[in-house]
């Protein structure tokens, strides 16, 4: 018996510029419910500004197109209205607040869990930042520890759609497996039906998140729109033997 | 007993503001207060009205505190103080009782002359306010508090008070000044002095909580003896029309400390100077003074002067948050080092800024609404969290950013 797939997300000939700077250029893209997606390309193709953009962040100005979550237009809407939702996102490099801390704002994430404070503790150990969960947010932390800082937000959040910007760069090859697991625990919450998933986006480059995750599909991006999507391991080995020089020139004479 | 000012403060600079005798005029003011019981009552037996308003500046009438004073108007309404270890006072009747307080310890801090205020305080036939006096070696574990209040309008207030603690003794006040919601107009003067022993510690916080056309000028003065602690947490609710404080500090013993946190928030209408200078006098003195004001149309100047006249390791961080962008608010930040010695380390820092939109939408993005999210940065800003203050001036300071966030 086959379920009627709707698609979680879907984005409809978007442009996009921020400071006069066009970033999206006629993007379309769907991703169904169920789907974890991974967004390839090289650096400035427009990955980041994709999901700052279906985030809400004010910088980025649609300029053409929709963006609708499951079914609805929801390019009126503000960031908190999209994160209520259930959209949120994982960024690289988030800002630091002084005066907040981390604890502070998964608090805040948790608000309607049964038991909020047991909860915090716990996704704390498992996501490894006891360490700086009383100091200021993203305060002189590393790379790895802004990464679990973030997925220990996203894991409180519990999203429909979690986007997450590069989790493995610039990871070891432990530090990959603890990302790996919180991913999976947060796109797989119910251990006994692991094909049961949540829908998120990914971006990576090296694709070693590959090694701990099942991706669905992936698409790679060029000058602010999808230029091909298909089976995330082939184009990943592709990418890896010939490079993205190649990937444009396919994409050029197609 | 040994004096505890027995370096009192020499050579204070007096203050010619000749120009403020028109706005201390007390002729401005009436005479008619309400009709006050003759007499003191207990705190249960305070108007409920007035209890809810005295809480809103932290002074809580429902137990967990070592004495209560309450002063309304022109005179003393309630003085109860549950402790042994110390004694509470008001300041009248202390001085008719012991001819040392005189001698020692009225006007010792604060000159007399030092300026206009002062002077008009001086010149009170009869004083009012409190004297409180811990015994050496007393730890006094409640807070003991006192509130100001002035419950009729547009009238002058002019208090005197008188903190010791004698050695290794120890003391939390909290002292509220504030009108009552219904009175517009009023003015306060005051005149503090602290007295604090050898290894003993007050911590003193004053929550101020004004009508619009209220004029306040507290003058204060600390005199800290060896390995003593002075803590000064100040917290302005409602701003009034104009408050200019300037509390002095000595650290006169060695080893003496002090820590200054100003909390402010400067509404239109509001004029707000709230500085503040540590006199470090001796070998191995420190001090810390922080200012965290948020301005939503008002004027603010804050500062923290910085003496070091020996050794000594002190620092001074002013910080401001520019809410309005009208242009009609404003705020100075002054810190300030002055250095005769060389081995005296002080440094200081100041910014302004504003909410930074970012930080609103990384907020945001965990599911706030926008004013949850600048009232969390504004609280994050004020610092609440890391500092530790009592959970009565946590929800005062959530209040003001809630209404700093509103733009009210």
Known sequence: MSQATQNILEIRDLCVEAGGKPLLDHLSLAIPEGEVHALLGQNGSGKTSLMMTIMGFTNYHVTRGQILFRGREINELNVGERARLGIAIAQQRPPTINGVTLRSVVRYALKNAPNPEAKLEELAQAAQVEPFLDRNINDGLSGGEIKRAELMQLLALSPAFAMMDEPDSGVDIEALALVGSLINRLFSPDETRPVKRKAGLIITHSGNILQHLHIDKAHIMYNGAIGCSGNPSIMLEQIAKCGYEECVRCMRTR | MRALHENEVKNVKTIQNDTEKDVLSIAGYSDACEAAPAGLVPAEQIAKEDARELAGAGVLLDGG???????????????????????????????????????????????????????????????????????????????????????????????????????????????????????????????????????????????????????????NGTVVAENGRFESNYVSLRPAKQVVSDPQTYLNGKGATAKYLTIVLSAPGSHISTQGTVHLNAEDTGAELMHRGVCTGGEMRQGGLLIGKARCKAHVDCAGMLLDPSGKGSIESVPGLKSYHPDARMSHEASIGKIAPEEVEYLMSFGMEEQEAISMLIRGFLGTDLVGLGKELDGQIAEIAEIAGHGE
């Open chain 2, 65 to 219: 505190r070592s004495g209560t004073m309450v002063v309304r108007d022109h005179q003393p309404v309630c003085v109860e103080a549950d402790s042994q270890a110390f004694e509470m006072l008001p300041l009248a009747t202390a001085l008719e009782r012991y001819p040392e307080v005189r001698e020692k310890y009225f006007f010792k801090a604060v000159p007399p002359d030092y300026d206009e205020v002062v002077r008009r305080c001086a010149a009170q036939e009869t004083p009012l306010g409190f004297y409180i006096r811990v015994k050496a070696g007393k730890k006094v574990t409640l807070p003991c508090q006192v509130a100001m209040l002035m419950a009729s309008e547009n009238i002058a207030q002019i208090v005197h008070n008188i903190v010791i603690l004698e050695d290794d003794s120890q003391l939390e006040l909290v002292t509220g000044c504030l009108t009552r919601h219904s009175v517009n107009r009023g003015l306060h003067l005051a005149v503090g002095e602290n007295y604090v022993g050898r290894n003993a510690k007050l911590v003193s916080t004053m929550v101020h909580s004004w009508g619009p056309e209220v004029t306040t000028y507290p003058r």
